[in-house]
């Protein structure tokens, strides 16, 4: 059995399109891509994949899935095999063996701190909002330095009180264990005393792909010598910071919108770039750019534009960074911002319109922004002149495209003066080279030997009246679960109420069920999910282990919006559903209740006609007054959807 993180690590190297693009020519059409389907004969594309999804949807055949499904169909290998396969292409080293009890329990406990942080960041945002001492040195921190609340609440950005233990005096009173919060990092222990990690600190929350809180950034507001002005959440077993970047689920949309990616380096750049209108950023949090941050971005967009301030020393130690995103196959950009300037707070001093302005003016390419940062320093030194150009060649090299590095070249020739000859003759060698240290890095590989596929039966959908509801609920939590409709009352304060907060208290609090397992199963485990505070996102049920639920969750997302049938039967017309979910989610609850009281309605009529048979008019006369109160309810239901229910 190959274990949780391994898997985890697969899929999240095993980008759809690098996988599908081996097999399929692909076009792109908006944000997706479309070729002709390897599964069956077609003569119009209808293949589709989805690299901001993470997954593939023929609208021809029906297959789809994710990058493991779509190895697992093409190359007839079993699920095991399929990831074994994705682990060489990406050299993961996988150890395939039964999971341990200890393994077991580190799951689980992964679980645990996953709801601990989720928790610590309500607690955090609560303070800084509704406490005396978070409004007064929190908020007029934020305040002084020009940010909106709007914008705040959008990061979910909080305050750790001064004293020594809130958070984990608080943490410990409601239940979470000692061990989690010294696990997550949020608490540290010295002596046997034990204190909050972040205390007297600004909070900002590090939020997954899918918008869990993983971990978190500190920035302490007093003047301290000793203390470090950010502090950062250790490396946990939900944390690693080179493979998460911030603001990754807030700007997710925007950049897959732009098709581009602006990357800074602090917290509070991606704050202010976002309140000056420009949502497709990132940061880096302040460490050097790795290779599965860059892949990250790969997702949603193949466009990266770099934002240095004016720093040179600084710049030249990060120029790594640029060559990682080279090497992927992605397009660079960079803007050098003014001395003594960087994107807070140059966006602060600018209209909206000047700094995207700024940004469009100073984008300029990787190899004329190299030669004039490291030849500006050698021009009368040739030793130093010969360097320069060398790294500038290198960059080339590392990109994996031959049309791509021909055509840098050519302009590598024209800004530096060199022969292209030259210039081929260089990049050539270091190609060589690479290709020496890879073969004898990797000597050898074992071809993996294809099987026929172990393909789990397919659910059968019977469908039962209340099929096109259920189905409906299900597709509204996946795909609009964590968007904002409304406010609810949370101690006495008012939050944000999502789709997925209305959806699961009005279907709970009325206790009903699910006829079909699937729908249920996924309603279950994305209740279990809110009640603990945390998003289910999309990608959880994608990868999904059950291949019914994994398979269901890609027909849905991959749909593009058709009206369904429940709203057909209304002939309706909806625009733009997003824009209507105050509207629709409220009107398919009341669906889905108006269908499950038809089914217990014809549950009782059945009784009724068992009980006439038999005599028993007492259980008849009791039923008859349950029928009754039933078509109430639906008749009220009637009314609230605007139309009449024939009972």
Not at 52 to 64: D, V
Not at 137 to 158: A, H, P, Q, T
Request: hydrophobic share 40%.
């Amino acid at each position: 059995m190959i274990d949780h993180f391994t898997i985890d690590r697969i899929l999240d190297s095993a980008q759809i399109l690098d996988v599908v693009q081996e097999f399929v020519t692909l076009k792109k059409r908006g944000v997706n891509y479309l070729g002709l389907c390897p599964f069956h004969n077609e003569k119009t594309p209808s293949f589709t994949v989805s690299p901001a999804k993470g997954i593939f949807k023929c609208f021809g055949c029906g297959k789809g899935g994710n990058s493991v499904n779509f190895i697992m169909e093409h190359e007839h290998l079993s699920y095991p095999e399929a990831l074994r396969y994705l682990a060489r292409k990406y050299n993961i080293e996988v150890e395939e063996r039964e999971l341990t009890v200890e393994e077991i329990q580190r799951q689980t406990e992964r679980e645990s701190m996953l709801v601990l942080s989720a928790y610590a960041s309500r607690k955090f945002t609560e303070w800084l909002l509704h406490s005396d001492e978070g409004i007064a040195v929190g908020m007029s921190y934020f305040n002084e330095r020009g940010f909106r609340e709007d914008i705040l609440r959008k990061f979910e950005v909080g305050y750790s009180p001064e004293k020594y233990d809130s958070l984990t005096g608080a943490a410990l009173a409601d239940g979470y264990r000692k061990e989690y919060l010294l696990k997550t990092g949020l608490s540290v222990e010295k002596e046997e005393r034990i204190f909050d990690r972040f205390h007297g600190r600004v909070i900002f929350p590090i939020h997954s792909l899918s918008g869990q809180v993983l971990g978190f950034g500190g920035r302490i507001l007093k003047s301290d010598a000793k203390a470090a002005k950010y502090l950062n959440s250790p490396e946990s077993d939900i944390y690693h910071k080179s493979r998460i970047l911030y603001g990754i689920f807030q700007a997710r949309k925007a950049i897959i919108k732009e098709d581009k990616c602006y990357l800074v380096e602090g917290y509070t750049d991606v704050l202010s770039v976002h309140e000056s209108g420009i949502e497709n950023v990132v940061a880096s949090s302040g460490t050097a750019l790795t290779q599965e941050q860059v892949r990250l971005i790969k997702r949603f967009t193949q466009n990266i534009t770099i934002l240095y301030d004016g720093d040179e020393a600084g710049i030249k130690a990060s120029l790594r960074g640029i060559d990682l995103v080279l090497e992927e196959g992605m397009n660079v950009r960079i803007v050098l911002l003014p001395p003594g300037e960087d994107p807070d707070s140059l966006s602060k001093k600018l209209s909206v319109e000047a700094f995207t302005r700024y940004l469009a003016d100073n984008e300029t390419d990787f190899i004329r922004f190299k030669a004039e940062l490291l030849l500006k320093d050698a021009d009368r030194d040739p030793v130093r002149r010969a360097e320069a150009i060398r790294d500038i060649v290198r960059s080339i090299a590392v990109i994996p495209e031959l049309i791509t590095r021909t055509v840098f070249i050519k302009e590598c020739s024209n800004i530096i003066g060199l022969s292209e000859a030259v210039l081929y003759n260089e990049v050539s060698k270091l190609l060589r080279q690479q290709q020496f240290r890879d073969r004898n890095r990797y000597p050898d590989g074992q071809d993996l030997v294809a099987v026929k596929p172990r393909v789990p039966a397919k659910t059968d959908f019977k469908e039962a009246p209340s099929y096109y509801s259920e189905r409906e609920i299900i597709r509204l939590l996946l795909k609009y679960g964590s968007e904002v409709i409304g406010e609810k009352e949370s101690d006495g304060a008012k939050v944000k109420m999502t789709v997925a907060d209305f959806i699961v208290n009005e279907i709970t609090r009325d206790e009903l069920g699910f006829s079909i397992a699937v729908f249920g199963e996924i309603f279950s485990e994305y209740r279990f999910h809110v009640d603990q505070g945390i998003f289910a996102g999309d990608q959880h049920f994608v990868r999904h282990p059950d291949p019914a639920i994994s398979q269901l969750s890609v027909d849905m997302l991959a749909e593009s919006y058709e009206l369904a049938r429940i709203w057909s039967l209304r002939q309706s017309f909806v625009e733009s559903e997003g824009r209507m979910l105050k509207e629709v989610v409220p009107e398919t609850v009341l669906k889905f209740k108006s269908d499950k009281i038809k089914e217990m309605r014809q549950k009782m009529h059945t009784e009724i006609g068992i009980a006439a048979t038999a005599g028993d008019m007492e259980t008849v006369s009791r039923l008859q007054k349950q029928v009754n109160a039933l078509n109430k309810t639906l008749n009220e239901i009637s009314r609230n959807l605007g139309r009449r229910i024939v009972l």
